[in-house]
């Protein structure tokens, strides 16, 4: 159980391109999602905090324009990069806490997105 | 803020070695502690975790120990398998459903 389901596992687009990323939670809902960013051989930097129905808490220094994300249903968030430049490739990352709210309930990640602008 | 550290990697190892990843935290409030493994192109699994001072979180053979007098929450596992080499991430947070904040992850490379 608890499985996050993220898609694509790999894209590629030309600059100034926008891309959608999708993060589903297959067998349980989410209210709260977290998008995260992997730079190679970096850690995992949080981008946003993403709530059902609500807007998007963002980390400073991340851009709200142009990583739009949407949570439109407990079950699905996404991100869209918008007009891609190259430094925006990386490895994209969401995750989600499955559990009602205890102390210790881990967050469970999806596969991941390798975003390339070429 | 909530910081975590980790020691630096790439960490390799002869299969069958012992191993042991430190991480050390600083959290306002009591945070739960969690070690992450991530595999080649792969996302984030969950490896253990501990909640309160003093659990012992375990699976797979791997171990750690949530110790608030020193701060840590070192990974340890007995005997490594070439199976084993990823980036092991350690991470806390505080609150429920919170987010998480990340160690920089150290590489495990073991070798035959």
């Known amino acids: 159980g608890a499985v996050v389901s993220q898609h694509p596992s790999r894209v590629i687009c030309k600059s100034g391109t926008s891309v959608k990323i999708e993060c589903r939670s297959l067998d349980f809902q989410a209210t709260t999602m977290f998008w995260y960013r992997q730079f190679p051989k970096k850690s995992l930097m949080l981008m946003a905090t993403?709530?059902?129905?609500?807007?998007?808490?963002?980390e400073q220094g991340v851009e709200k324009d142009k990583f739009l994300i949407n949570h439109a249903s407990l079950t699905l968030s996404t991100l869209t990069v918008t007009s891609a430049h190259p430094e925006d490739s990386s490895f994209y990352i969401c995750?989600?806490?499955?559990?009602?709210?205890?102390?210790?309930?881990?967050?469970?990640f999806g596969n991941g997105t390798r975003l390339t602008v070429t | 803020g909530d910081s975590v550290t980790q020691m630096e990697g790439p960490v390799t190892l002869s299969e069958e070695a012992f191993l042991t990843i430190n991480c050390t935290y600083t959290a306002t409030g009591y945070p739960s502690l969690f070690w992450y493994v991530q595999y080649p192109g792969e996302g984030l699994q969950l490896l253990l975790k501990?909640?309160?001072?003093?659990d012992k979180g375990s699976n797979k053979g791997f171990e750690a120990t949530y110790r608030k007098e020193t701060t840590s929450f070192h990974l340890e596992k007995g005997s490594v398998q070439v199976s084993d080499s990823a980036v092991y991430f350690c991470?806390?947070?505080?609150?429920?459903?919170?987010?998480?904040?990340f160690g920089t992850g150290t590489r495990l490379q073991v070798t035959l």
């Open positions: 991470a806390l947070n505080t609150g429920t459903a919170s987010k998480l904040t």
């Open positions: 501990a909640t309160k001072a003093d």
């Open positions: 995750s989600a806490f499955p559990g009602g709210g205890t102390i210790g309930d881990p967050l469970h």
């Open positions: 993403s709530n059902e129905g609500s807007k998007a808490t963002y």
